[in-house]
């Protein structure tokens, strides 16, 4: 079963800075479409932040997120990143990225992705 690892997740404080990571093991990860979802305490489970195709040229947000998160990807890294600009309190949550083989667009449908990696906690604090 295909493997996907989350990492930089931290502690930040609002108006701060990280990059997650998403990297694929033992496998290539240009034919699967990827997106990042969200849990805060108390919160919705598995809140859409963004997804990307599999080539990168098609990318989808949440409108909470738009214009202060980007998602991209490096395929010969076998990575999909999240880079997040001007954090806020409201953005703390664990971060998950999910993925789907063989679909040519985006997907921000939780129940479409078949594969879940266990999660990065992203805190934004003072």
């Known amino acids: 079963q295909p493997q996907f690892v989350e990492s930089g997740g931290g502690l930040v404080q609002p108006g701060g800075s990280l990059r997650l990571s998403c990297a694929a093991s033992?496998?290539?990860?240009?034919?699967?479409?990827i997106g990042w979802f969200r849990q805060a305490s108390g919160k919705e489970r598995n809140e859409f932040v963004a997804a990307i195709n599999w080539s990168g040229g098609m990318t989808y947000y949440a409108d909470s997120v738009k214009g202060r998160f980007t998602i991209s990807r490096d395929n010969a890294k076998n990575t999909v990143y999240l880079q997040m600009i001007s954090l806020k309190p409201e953005d703390t949550a664990v971060y998950y990225c999910a993925a789907r083989a063989g679909a040519a667009a985006y997907l921000i449908q939780k129940g479409e992705y078949d594969y879940w990696g266990q999660g990065t906690q992203v805190t934004v604090s003072s």
């Open positions: 033992g496998f290539e990860m240009d034919v699967y479409a």
